[in-house]
């Protein structure tokens, strides 16, 4: 029987098609810093059809298109401090988790979400992926489509860091991964690495931007995980 996956996790982590009618939950994540947030408000404004430009007769993309900046982290500085916040939960122990979410989401850069956290019916943010065996869509299980997306962007990696490091850094399986949703889908993935052939294990961590044309994606960062992961921390 095939596996399919719970109603929170249904969607593949890649943009939306739909780039007319987006909607501003999907566009103000918490990982944004305060450009890209002032991007995400400047296209919830729009109304109306978006201008299109072709850059080679085939493929249309839309005006806010535009390659991200390697090895640059939009969580980089953040902080998070809840006594600043407001209530937004009536359930005191539902606001007691979402704001631990959040501050996790902060504290681990997007790479680790605490199951459980994040209420079933907030449908912004980063999302968890419980099982990497359930569906991601185009014939892939979530393992698939994140060891495929993790390769992406450890190729650049060695391409910029092989001679500086000395080594190339070989890819060995997913550990987990996370992903938000929206016109600027992004997967935050956790996996094993060697560094050498008959090296030990290694951390490491890879983001990425998943847009909505197939085979299309742009590798964001990838790099050693920190020394004490959260993920290890909290499970």
């Not at 430009?53 to 982290?73: A, C, F, G, H, R």
């Not at 060695?158 to 850094?169: A, M, P, R, T």
């Amino acid at each position: 029987m095939e596996t399919t996956e719970p109603m929170e996790e249904s969607s593949r982590p890649v943009a939306s098609a739909s780039v007319t009618k987006r909607k501003a939950e999907s566009d103000t994540d918490i990982e944004d810093s305060d450009d890209e947030n002032k991007e995400c408000d400047d296209e919830v404004e729009e109304s109306g059809d978006e201008e299109y430009v072709d850059s080679d007769d085939e493929l249309m993309k839309p005006t806010w298109w535009t390659v991200p900046e390697w090895d640059v982290d939009s969580f980089e500085g953040l902080e998070y401090h809840s006594s600043q916040e407001e209530n937004e939960l009536s359930d005191q122990e539902a606001e007691g988790k979402w704001r631990r979410y959040k501050r996790l989401v902060v504290e681990s850069k997007g790479f680790y979400v605490e199951p459980g956290l994040r209420p079933r019916y907030c449908f912004s943010g980063i999302k968890p992926v419980s099982n990497l065996e359930f569906s991601a869509g185009f014939g892939q299980t979530y393992r698939e489509y994140f060891a495929e997306m993790a390769c992406l962007c450890l190729q650049k990696y060695n391409q910029e860091k092989s001679e500086i490091n000395g080594f190339n850094v070989e890819f060995v399986e997913v550990v987990r991964g996370n992903y938000t949703t929206g016109s600027r889908s992004k997967s935050y993935i956790t996996f094993m690495a060697r560094e050498k052939p008959d090296g030990p294990l290694v951390e490491y961590q890879a983001k990425v931007w998943c847009t909505f044309v197939q085979h299309e994606n742009y590798p964001i960062l990838c790099r050693p995980a920190p020394t004490q992961s959260l993920g290890t921390k909290f499970t």
